[in-house]
């Protein structure tokens, strides 16, 4: 199995910045994809960045140029930084990865338990 433990969600003044981070622990065999959803009150969970094992990179079209993932293949940890934050972006932020553990189960999405960012004066 693998745990996904996700940390760094907070409240911030629009424009204002922060960083989240997701470390998976377990039986990892490997990660493969790597991304962070959210979901606002009523609306349903999107995809906001995802980062393969290489590095590539994809972001929805309203964080591009404001919110950068990124990710420590050693560390199993992946993270989100965002700046310029909007009051409209505030969400409960999920880690998602694709990964294979050392147990017999096939390969599989794992989810975290979900952070907080709320962004308002």
């Known amino acids: 199995q693998v745990q996904l433990v996700e940390s760094g969600g907070g409240l911030v003044q629009p424009g204002g910045s922060l960083r989240l981070s997701c470390a998976a622990s377990?039986?990892?065999?490997?990660?493969?994809?790597m991304s962070w959803y959210r979901q606002a009150p009523g609306k349903q969970r999107e995809l906001v960045a995802t980062?393969?094992?290489?590095?590539?990179?994809n972001y929805a079209d309203s964080v591009k140029g404001r919110f950068t993932i990124s990710r420590d293949n050693a560390e199993n940890t992946v993270y989100l930084q965002m700046n310029s934050l909007r009051p409209e972006e505030t969400a409960v932020y999920y880690c998602?990865?694709?990964?294979?553990?050392?147990?017999?189960?096939?390969?599989?999405?794992?989810w975290g338990q979900g952070t907080q960012v709320t962004v308002s004066s």
């Open positions: 998602n990865v694709f990964a294979y553990s050392l147990g017999p189960e096939p390969g599989g999405d794992y």
């Open positions: 377990g039986s990892i065999f490997s990660i493969n994809r």
């Open positions: 980062i393969t094992t290489g590095g590539s990179t």
